[in-house]
């Protein structure tokens, strides 16, 4: 019986991936850097009998070279060595035919990318930024991208390993999955509002509280996972409905913008909306005098 | 309030409020501010904790002109809860890079080609510390609807990001600052993704201060910024040398000022992991021992020097893509 996946990324791609087919730092013809981002978990597998890539991270893996850099923390060397990932993946089918480009799956379980001094100094911004324009890359060229979360998905770790998917699936909290920007007890701190305040909005309104639940409430995750178990056919069922709505053309209903239409759906971020339709009357109104 | 945009171009920019950036360094009279004060549409998140709130949100959006372009701006309030963004103003800032990009496919429509004298120009001028603590999930959510709105308007929209106002691009906001294709700052610009209290907390106040001024300015300030090549343009601190800076490079083609941006291909993945390895190897331990790295020999005086006689003498990393 699982309690939790936290730190366990090697067991979830056991429970995930057709049995022992994870090549670690093999995609395509491509050979990543090995001693590069230890931390970092990349390679292929094989799911449901098809050929994949898996961008993970394993908590337990430290990097000697930046001392910020442990416990599932993301740094520089990790946000370009995922880059390098997304874009061998690319490469690795670049002749295929875009409804026949293999799935690119995300475990999540990051704290949030490195807060250190050297990370400022030479760029931390410009790592998770060009990792997350690559996740783009590989959805153009027609990859499915499916993020789980089985672990931590806090903050700027989360921007840039996941929140990009075409799909978010994630297991809930009674498996430990932490999903928020910080804790209620941190936000209670620093916006000064007391914590039991807090935790009484917290049951009306999902905006600030810490947990799977009140994303997908927001629309930030497409689909609850029950348990470790489901796993892998959650992310297969995923990778298909990617692909047909790909082929019939809509795009739209895939990634970061249709989860806002589903966040409404569900009764969050209905400001949001409100705010997008005011904006495109006005400027319909102007666009005469644009173009 | 009627703006003189007159008066406002001999401005500091440093002290000029979002709406006055935003009005200031569009061509006179030309910015359309998009849902506005007038509309009131404030946080509901705020309202409920019982915390001011903004008419605005603590953001300026809107549509206006420079010569025959159509320009999308945002203009961050760092004076409104430290200019973070939340779901309202957060929606106004996605939206609004979102109607560049519909603007010009529309052009592309009509007109088959979009001219480079009339592309869609998009200006975003950042004051902001990223997330919104009291809307935290919305605000994080809003990111990547930018992040991916910026990286659709690559090769199509240039995208300018400005950073010399109070509080600079921090938290998230930093890498939507750095996704563009040109980065413009005065001497006040500030880019980073975590705040120096953090930092302090996590490496220990030994090697990282946060209440030593010059330390923070160095380390994530326009200078040693410009050093490294990811702000483009230091200028001096008036809306008007803004305005001038901008003007003087929306007509050229799109290829030539996507030139300068620092991320988004395979090639800048492998130029930006080289300056990371070079940090290792050389175990950097202070912005000046990069600066040094690339030909700076004054680096104590660079903090000190005028702005003309730093870019007179400053040596820059040299870019191969």
Known sequence: ????????????????????????????????????????????????????????????????????????????????????????????????PKD?????????????????????????????????????????AGHPVIGLIIGRAVSGGFLCHGLLSDRILALPAEYGTIVHVMPTTSIAVITKIPLERLNELVKTNPVFASGAEYFYDLGGIDEMVKRPEDMRAAIIKSIKEVRALRKQGKEDQLGIWHRGVVGAERGGRQKRMEAIKKMQEEYEKMLPELI | MKINWDDLQSKSFYQAT??????????????????????????????????????????????????KHPVFVVSQEGKFVGGALGEVNGAKMAYTLKLALKTYEKMKEKYGTVPDDRKPICIVSFDSGGVRLHEANAGLLMHSESMETIWELQNKVPYIAITGSTIGAYGAQGFVCLSADVVIANDFGRIGLTGPEVIQQEVGKDEFDASDRALIWRTMGARSKYILGDVDYLIKDTIGTFRDTIVNMVDEPMSK?????????????????????????????????????????????????????????????????
């Open chain 1, 1 to 96: 019986m699982i309690k939790s996946l936290i730190g366990k990324t090697d067991e979830a791609i056991q429970l995930i991936f057709d049995k022992d087919t994870f090549q670690e730092n093999v995609i395509g013809n491509t050979r990543l850097d090995k001693d590069l981002a230890p931390p970092v978990m990349v390679g292929q597998a094989m799911i449901d009998g098809e050929v994949c890539s898996v961008l993970a991270n394993n908590s337990k893996r430290p990097n000697p070279r930046f001392r910020v850099v442990y416990s599932g923390i993301l740094g520089m060397e990790e946000a370009y060595k995922f880059s390098q990932a997304m874009y061998a993946t690319i490469e690795a089918d670049k002749e295929r």
């Open chain 2, 257 to 321: 000022i996507s030139k300068t941006r620092k991320v988004g291909s395979p090639q800048l993945v492998e130029e930006n992991l080289e300056v990371v390895k070079l940090a290792a190897e050389k175990k950097i331990k202070d912005s000046k021992d990069l600066w040094k790295i690339y030909g700076n020999e004054n680096v104590d005086e660079i903090p000190e020097m005028s702005q003309e006689k730093f870019l007179s003498v400053v040596k820059r990393r040299p870019r191969r893509h």
């Open chain 1, 100 to 140: 026949k480009k293999r799935p690119i799956v995300l475990l999540i379980d990051t704290p949030g990318n490195s807060p250190g001094k050297i990370e400022e100094i030479v760029g931390m911004t410009k790592g998770t930024a060009s990792y997350q324009f690559a996740i783009e890359d590989a959805r153009l």
């Open chain 2, 18 to 67: 979002a709406r006055e950036r935003a009005y200031g360094m569009l061509d006179k009279d030309t910015f359309k501010e998009l849902l506005g004060p007038r509309d009131k549409m404030t946080s509901p998140h705020l309202l409920i904790l019982g915390e001011a709130v903004e008419f605005d949100d603590g953001i300026t959006v809107g549509i206006g002109k420079i010569k």
